[in-house]
């Protein structure tokens, strides 16, 4: 059975380091993280420019349909990070110059205010 002041090895961001935390720490951190919702219903609309084609979402759900990258998240945490993680492919231009890869839309339910951002 779990007990108050049972300790815990929880990675950190570096996944080669490890706090100790006791139940009771773990529990409020947890709970903290529950109350720490800022938005829900993510959803990340990427548009690939002409000739760059969208290959695979590495870390998140997501659905391609042709030029267009769906990626969607259940919740965003107060602090939290997300990153995106898409492979296209790029046809070959001259070295130095630079183009236009995709266009970026994120909509999201906003938790403080209930409406759509």
Not at 4 to 28: E, G, S, V
Not at 78 to 98: F, H, N, R, W
């Amino acid at each position: 059975m779990l007990q108050q002041d049972d300790t815990f090895h929880i990675p950190t961001h570096d996944f080669h380091q490890y706090q100790l935390h006791t139940a009771k720490q773990l529990l409020n951190y947890e709970f903290n993280d529950v109350l720490s919702v800022v938005a829900q219903e993510v959803a990340i609309d990427i548009r690939t420019a002409k000739g760059v084609r969208p290959i695979r979402v590495l870390n998140l759900d997501s659905e391609i349909n042709g030029q267009t990258v769906i990626v969607t998240m259940n919740q965003l945490y107060s602090e939290q990070e997300k990153y995106v993680l898409l492979e296209v492919e790029i046809p070959a231009t001259k070295a130095g110059k630079s183009r236009e890869i995709a266009e970026v839309k994120v909509s999201y339910t906003n938790m403080q205010t209930h409406t759509t951002d």
